[in-house]
């Protein structure tokens, strides 16, 4: 049996559901008039184009938690954030790493690296930001 501890498996979920929110937009009919059409009847590479701009987005918010301090890290959360079709996922992803961090806070009693404390400052500040939006 795998033995995975829980800071592994907090890493994981978040991850997982963004791939499958990918996978489920990759395979979603097209917006618009297209109903009942074939998949890919407004152009051959519609579907992989909007799939392939959706994970740009999706990285660029993974990278602006892994690096707060980012002159851009704001910009890709909201810009993902603000979206009412991923509003969700983003603020679900954003409070997963927010408790986790949180959760190091607490079981190092504050004594932690600044880099988990910046990404604590970060996520809040993130989280309210497109929640006022």
């Known amino acids: 049996m795998i ?3 829980k800071l ?3 890493r994981l979920v978040p991850l997982f559901s963004v791939a499958c929110f990918v ?4 395979f979603a009919p097209a917006a618009g008039g297209n109903e009942g059409a074939m998949p890919g009847a407004g152009g051959p590479y519609e579907h992989e184009d909007e799939a392939l701009r959706l994970g740009r987005k999706v990285l660029a918010v993974r990278a602006a ?3 707060p301090r980012d ?3 704001m910009e890709a959360i909201m810009d ?3 979206d009412s079709r991923y ?3 983003v603020r679900g992803w954003l409070m997963m790493q927010l408790q986790g961090d949180m959760s190091i806070l607490d079981a190092n009693q504050g004594e932690v690296r600044p880099e988990i404390r910046a990404r604590v400052e970060f996520l ?3 989280i309210r930001a497109i929640d006022l939006e």
């Open 80 to 82: 993902l954030g603000t």
């Open 65 to 67: 938690i892994r690096n």
């Open 71 to 73: 002159p851009t890290a």
């Open 87 to 89: 509003y969700v996922m």
């Open 3 to 5: 033995y995975m501890n």
């Open 8 to 10: 592994t498996l907090r």
């Open 23 to 26: 996978v489920a937009a990759f």
């Open 124 to 126: 809040n500040k993130a």
